[in-house]
């Protein structure tokens, strides 16, 4: 969704005004738009976003307004642990968008990041387990438990008329048991996951409970990685082999060539939830790509931040940087704007062009890609592991685009 521009000033403004009259800071709050009140809670910075939450009037119908990726940030920013009451409040997308960003580490599953997001999730409601697992894939839910659990399955008395339960077994339904592969192990979440799927949603259970015993775990976890890339591109993250590509190198002779077609800025992007004035402030080290905004219209500074955020978002993805951290995102833009600008200096240099003349004419995943050739070895992220996909434009020779 887009949202109003907003600055961190008005979220500060208000947390000062609450300092001295907290109903007077509600109601000056309460007198804006939901939509509004979303953005105010977006844009306050991360260590004061929970008093901001406490200032809404009404949560639960402004929570679900705040975007998915900005959710898991703001559950980040408050610790899981005190945040499980955002949960209930939350909508299905938002929730699945926490585990996609937050439970993995490049393409593997973090399971002790799993195990604090399902542990903030079973400390909520069954409703909202319930409402939350039906959303995930089932074999997220699969290979949470086969990380916890073996499985048995009773056979009928023909069968085995001598079979007991395994030591220390447990079972919800007479039929599948299940026994921690550690002792030590803590399965309350787990049971809490399992009782309320049981009781409101058998066929979900019965479907995850058998896949612990009888499908592969490769496979889960390769079709789990599958149906969470498509979540991810959804939400602005490529795969990162396509990520990788901001990275591709450039003959020295074609590094300050112009595109053909031009102008390239997008016009047609929604709003961002950010204004002209949260430009960093004019100084004599000021980066380039923003020397160049400032010279831009309103509109084309719009485009520029939506480039800039989706360059962001590929270096972020690049750079294996963890997705639900916070601090993520805010990194991979100083990095894309610390090349950027390298980059649209060399080429207005090089073509007898004012900044924003190149900033007009040359995309932004461009000009990252001049800077990231003009020093490889200091731009490239570490370890470097190069895909070779035999794509020579993402290698090396596309043209100027």
Known sequence: MALSPSS?????????????????????????????????????PLSIRRQMLELLPEPESVIPLIPEAEFCYLCRSIGLADANWLLPMAT??????????????????????????????????????????QSFDPELIVIYLRTHVDVSIKPSEQDNPDWSPPDRSQ????????VAKDPKDDLAPMLVLLHAL???DYWLYFRVIQAVREELGPENEEWALRWRTGRLEDLGFPPWDEAMRVYGFLRPDRLAELPKDSPTLDFESGSLPIEVSGLPGAAEDERALFRATR??????????????ITLANRVAVADRMELGDPESL??????????????????????????????RIVPLERLFRVGTNLDREASLPTPIPLPD?????????????
Not at 171 to 178: A, I, P, R, V, W
Not at 337 to 354: C, K, M, Q, V, W
């Open 92 to 133: 299905e997308d938002q929730i699945v968008a926490c585990f996609d960003l937050d439970a993995w580490r490049g393409f593997q599953l973090d399971t002790a990041r799993l195990d604090d997001w399902m542990a903030a999730l079973t400390s909520t409601d069954n409703e909202t387990v319930v409402r939350a697992a």
């Open 389 to 401: 996909d035999g794509d020579d434009d993402a290698g090396d020779e596309g043209p100027a685009a």
């Open 171 to 178: 079972t919800l339904e007479g039929q599948f048991y299940f």
């Open 330 to 359: 805010p990194t991979a833009i100083d990095k894309a704007t610390r090349l950027a600008s390298n980059g649209l200096e060399f080429i207005a240099a090089e073509n007898g062009l004012t900044l924003e003349q190149a900033m």
């Open 8 to 44: 961190p000033r008005e979220a500060r403004s208000l947390l000062q005004l609450a300092r001295t009259d907290k109903r007077a800071a509600e109601r000056e709050l309460g007198a804006l738009t939901q939509e509004r009140q979303a953005d105010l809670v977006c844009s306050a």
């Open 295 to 308: 010279e831009l219209d309103a509109k084309e500074r719009s485009s520029v931040f939506h480039a800039l």
């Open 198 to 200: 049981f009781q409101g």
